[in-house]
């Protein structure tokens, strides 16, 4: 089997990953015992090397078009994926050994995910303005270009609204957990849900200061720091 190839975004953090969407494409490959291989853009190159490869743009809110990532890129197949969600999508009907939708789940886990989001997303400017300090001062410029037509500046670490938004986020996807039997949103049966929360805590680990990422993982008791290590580790990347 040939290793599977997924582009990601460069950054200059130690071992570069950082962005949610990528890291959950890498959480299910190594889930699945998939063999894989990462290539790194700048994001101010993102379009360039997405189209050299032949992925198609998407849409934006202004009419514009933007190539992102995760790609994934399959030699063994020939398939070519955009968007993290259909690229959880292929693997699991392309590779179905320890399946991330189980109990045919994936339309209600498709729910959870934009669900999820509109929990976060409300708070996303802080994550935003941290996001441009790892990036190369280029690709900190390009993002900022990028971003701001969805999210207007000024973006502000320090917004009281904002934090007490995505604590009250968290305190409802802390019920959700609640009304599970076990430690997974599945109960004792993991899915691609827990890596989507996981994903986004890996984000502000990475990007956010260590005193705001305390912040988050001290919320519910410490359930967000216990959630992330727990997928880390059921997806052996701990």
Wanted: glycine share 4%.
């Amino acid at each position: 089997m040939l290793p599977l190839v997924l582009y990601d975004v460069l950054s200059e953090l130690p071992g570069n990953n950082f962005s949610p969407n990528p890291a959950k494409t890498r959480f299910i490959l190594s889930y699945k015992d998939i063999p894989f291989v990462t290539l790194w853009a700048e994001y101010s190159d993102i379009s360039i090397a997405m189209k050299s490869i032949g992925t198609k743009p998407n849409k934006r809110r202004d009419g514009t078009e933007v190539h992102t990532v995760p790609v994934l890129s399959d030699p063994n197949t020939g398939a070519l994926i955009t968007d993290s969600l259909e690229i959880a999508s292929y693997l699991e009907k392309t590779y179905p050994e320890k399946p991330i939708f189980p109990n045919n789940s994936e339309s209600l886990i498709r729910a959870f995910d934009s669900a999820y989001m509109n929990l976060i997303i409300p708070a996303i400017r802080t994550t935003f303005l941290r996001t441009t300090e790892i990036l190369s001062p280029a690709s900190a410029k390009f993002f900022i270009g990028v971003r701001s037509v969805d999210v207007p500046l000024p973006w502000d670490a320090t917004r009281d609204e904002d934090w007490e938004l995505l604590e009250k986020g968290y305190n409802t996807a802390y019920e959700w957990y609640q009304k599970s039997d076990g430690k997974w949103i599945m109960g004792d049966t993991f899915s691609y849900a827990d890596i989507i929360v996981a994903c986004w805590l890996l984000a502000y680990k990475r990007v956010l200061k260590e005193d705001e990422w305390a912040r988050i993982s001290s919320w519910n008791g410490g359930k967000w720091a216990q959630v992330l290590a727990d997928v880390e580790k059921e997806c052996k990347l701990a």
